[in-house]
């Protein structure tokens, strides 16, 4: 079953019926401002921090789903019928609907009893607003009298606040109405300096901004007085809920179409300036003035409209994929980095499963975030890197989050979770080899932003690996510290009492687990710093690199294997965990695609055991679940991962991201028929004619589908903000297609399925463009053998970087060799 399909030449999916399984989502915004944005136009907006400066109130977990957003409500006035032509809030019948959900844009368009309406919504670039455009058109062939009411409902600006402190903020509401722009003001007398302004193009007939008087008594948002009686109140918020809703007067002869703008913004006045007269307590909008003008002219929309897609063409010029696959293209070209631009964005901040209040910026999933979207803007995930590292605290260990609008580390969290230094080293590394920027070693970058502290990047680096370094355990192998990668594995906590955080209470005394993955992902950063140091002439320093990895190999050789594949862990007693010896939980997925992407065990045949133990025991039709048995009681000495019922999360859900590491295991191994066979099964794209068991969006990833021992094996949850994007990303661009940056080349080292004739792909980097053709013999299982660069025969696999603005061709041919394996 499906809810609709993708317009590839038009970069959309065109969702064709209102009531999809889940809202499905689509973000707008790509630098400041953000809205999140459903198929029936609910969620909400803000700028910069979701927590911090919500705009508009979103309802995440009402009944129905998916309330609150930005909606229009059209009246026929002649007989009072009126409906929502983006369905919510009213859900009445629609004679025809359909929603484009497009790169930072969404447009919904229906009719009803001969009214066409379209809405188009999106953020122009590098404004703190986002556009609606609604287009009318009368179908019929009478003339047609028609009221617009729009509504959105403002949030206090600190969403967590605005959830929770009703007995003061239903007081503290306050509004501004002046020549027909509603302004939200609410703490703007005191200590905030910021506002939020909704305006609209057309003259206004009314207006309200005190929710419960729009509503009338006893009224929901399916049925407010306000539009049955046809006229707003013109209300003026004191206190409560203060919406924003005009009401304007549209009479339009047969066939006449309308555009209207209404524009929701944010903006911010310096402190010595907040007041017009000085002295009173009115807005100053001198600022903010010419803004609303400019941007009500449809022109101006019509041209920002345009610039925004343009921006969108040059980001996705960065790689651009044909393949014997069309649901490989169509992700890889279009829809797989846009979700790496929303993460990027965004972290785990705000989606339909993240409220934007719990999590800011997470430093581990940040640092992932870049490696999808590195290629699209360099110069941006160079500044996310130095904001990454100035959160670093001096021992090397790292904030887990911290809060975007202030860039500092969140004490709540704190610090701890002891792979997250590690994700830095391998974000530089892949923005380097994206690069080629050297300097950005030299930065110097502040520990815990605290000023005086500043030390070169290269110096961060260097106590991101000590960190490991410093901790280990019993038996030479990381300390898990709070958690590792998997959030919900809590060797150290041993919690009894409800409520408590599972990644924050600790309360046994020296905590000794140790982590095999942080033991992988610790020869992997070694590995990739050494090549850093290398590059920059400091042979010592790479050399202590190797050496110290090859330390770690030994004793995850020694301590990590199972005899099948490589243990998780060792908790604070010192027994093991993913062992055959234990009764559940006896093998999980991340220590074999970590271990593997660092090359342990591929020459001895523990690499290529251990992918055999996966697809015996943890890959199903839907994805390669977490963990196998998982567990079916609460684990006091396992914390989180123990709490999720069997086959949910971290407990044998099949979590995404972890699956791209297993694709790219396998192509380390040589088979790319596994692991194409792997991406096929989660990629989104594939799945969409199954939409009603995944029931998220099929143009995105999700953090989780449900495992083999869940009641709902197969559905996806946590769409959208998830490390999957950039991972299945790097998969299949950079080790199934194989076109790999490093930072000497472009490594052209494709694995593909063996009934694969080849592929084509064209990859901006560093300034030149390379057009590349890949053939393979057919059923070959095979490697680069040949390669021609621009006409001459070269010697191994890498093209060497060329000079910025040129063009060049590349040709590869693979052909089959004794198998690997
Ligand atoms: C979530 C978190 C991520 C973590 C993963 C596994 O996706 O955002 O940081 O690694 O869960 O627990
Ligand atoms: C990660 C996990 C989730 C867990 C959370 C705790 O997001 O995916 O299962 O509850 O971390 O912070």
Not at 453 to 479: N, Q, V, W
Not at 666 to 693: C, H, M, Q, W
Request: charged share 25%; with cysteine.
């Amino acid at each position: 079953m499906q809810y609709g399909y993708f317009d590839d030449d038009q970069r959309e999916y065109v969702v064709t019926q209102p009531d999809t399984p889940l809202p499905w989502m689509n973000y707008l915004g790509t630098e400041d401002h953000f809205g999140m944005i459903s198929n029936t136009a609910g969620g909400c907006s803000f700028y910069r921090d979701a927590r911090l400066r919500r705009l508009t109130r979103y309802r995440h977990n009402g009944a129905p789903f998916d309330l609150g957003g930005r909606y229009l409500y059209l009246r026929d006035d002649t007989d009072g019928d009126y409906w929502s032509p983006s369905w919510q809030p009213t859900r009445g019948p629609l004679d025809a609907y359909e929603c484009r959900h497009g790169l930072s844009y969404t447009s919904i368009s229906s009719e009803h009893g001969g009214v066409r309406a379209e809405m188009l919504y999106f953020v122009p670039l590098g404004e703190t607003l986002e556009v609606w455009r609604l287009r009318v058109r009368n179908d019929r062939d009478t003339r047609a009298d028609l009221s617009v009411f729009s509504l959105v409902e403002f949030c206090l600006w600190d969403a967590l606040d605005d959830s929770t402190n009703f007995q003061r903020n239903f007081s503290v509401g306050e509004v501004e109405i002046v020549d027909g722009v509603i302004y939200h003001k609410s703490e703007y007398r005191e200590r905030r300096n910021h506002f939020a302004y909704f305006a609209c193009s057309e003259p206004l007939a009314g207006f309200d901004t005190q929710r419960d008087v729009f509503l009338g008594p006893n009224r929901g948002w399916d049925s407010p007085l306000a539009v049955e009686r046809g006229c707003s109140f013109d209300s003026v918020a004191h206190g409560w809920a203060p919406i924003g809703s005009h009401h304007i007067r549209l009479s339009l002869a047969p066939s006449e179409t309308r555009d209207v703008v209404f524009i929701l913004g944010y903006s911010e006045n310096p402190t010595d300036a907040k007041f017009d007269p000085p002295g009173t307590q009115t807005i100053n909008k001198a600022r903010v003035r010419p803004v609303i003008e400019r941007w009500l002219a449809t022109e101006e929309v019509e041209r920002a409209f345009g610039a925004l897609h343009d921006s969108w063409e040059e980001l996705l010029s960065v790689l651009r994929v044909e393949t014997p696959d069309p649901d490989t293209d169509r992700m890889v070209n279009i829809w797989n980095p846009y979700q790496c631009m929303a993460t990027f964005n965004l972290s785990r901040s705000m989606s339909f499963y993240e409220s934007g209040i719990g999590r800011g910026m997470g430093f581990r999933d940040s640092s992932q975030d870049i490696l999808g979207f590195v290629g699209m803007v360099p110069a941006r995930a160079r500044q996310r890197i130095l904001d990454l590292a100035a959160t670093q605290l001096p021992s090397g260990g790292a904030y887990h989050q911290y809060q975007p609008l202030t860039k500092r580390g969140n004490d709540a969290i704190g610090s701890g979770f002891n792979d997250d230094p590690l994700w830095l080293v391998l974000a530089v590394s892949a923005y380097m080899k994206e690069s080629g920027d050297t300097g950005v070693l030299d930065e110097l970058v502040p520990y815990d932003n605290s000023s005086g502290s500043e030390a070169p990047l290269s110096e961060h680096l260097h106590r991101c690996i000590r960190y490991t370094l410093d901790r280990l355990g019993p038996h030479g192998l990381p300390l898990i510290g709070r958690a590792d990668w998997n959030d919900c594995l809590n060797l150290n906590c041993f919690s009894e009492s409800s409520g408590e955080s599972f990644q924050t209470t600790e309360n046994r005394e020296g905590g000794v687990a140790e982590s095999l993955f942080i033991a992988a992902q610790f020869v992997l950063a070694s590995h990739e710093l050494a090549g850093v140091a290398r590059l920059r002439g400091d042979g010592d320093e790479a050399s202590s690199l190797e050496a110290a990895a090859c330390k770690m190999v030994v004793a995850i050789e020694e301590h990590g294997w199972d005899g099948e594949w490589f243990l998780r862990a060792y908790d604070s007693l010192g027994g093991v965990v993913g062992s055959h010896s234990n009764a559940e939980g006896q093998i999980f997925a991340e220590p074999q695609g970590m271990c593997v992407m660092a090359g342990i065990g591929v020459s001895d045949g523990k690499a290529a055991a251990a992918l055999a133990s996966v697809r015996d025991r943890l890959a199903t039709e839907h994805g390669i679940m977490l963990v196998q048995p998982p567990f079916s009681r609460y684990h006091l000495e396992l914390g989180e991962i123990s709490t999720y019922p069997p086959g949910y999360k971290e407990n044998g859900g099949v979590f995404c991201q972890v699956n791209p590491w297993i694709m790219i295991a396998e192509t380390i191994l040589g088979d790319g028929e596994a692991a194409f066979d792997y991406y096929k099964r989660t990629n989104p794209s594939a799945r969409a004619p199954i939409s009603d068991v995944h029931r998220c969006e099929p143009y995105v990833y999700a953090q989780m589908i449900a495992g083999r021992d869940a009641a709902s094996f197969g559905e996806a949850k946590n769409s959208w903000l998830t490390g999957s994007a950039s991972w299945h990303l790097t998969a299949i661009s950079q080790w199934i297609l194989g076109v790999r940056p490093e930072l000497d080349g472009l490594r052209i080292d494709p694995v593909l399925p063996p009934t694969w004739p080849g592929f084509t792909a064209r990859r901006r980097w560093r300034g030149a463009t390379y057009e590349i053709v890949v053939h393979q013999e057919q059923g070959a299982k095979g490697r680069v053998r040949r390669l021609v660069v621009d006409g001459m025969s070269v010697e191994g696999n890498l093209v060497r970087p060329a000079p910025a603005g040129s063009t060049v061709k590349v040709e590869a041919t693979l052909e089959s060799a004794p198998p690997s394996r």
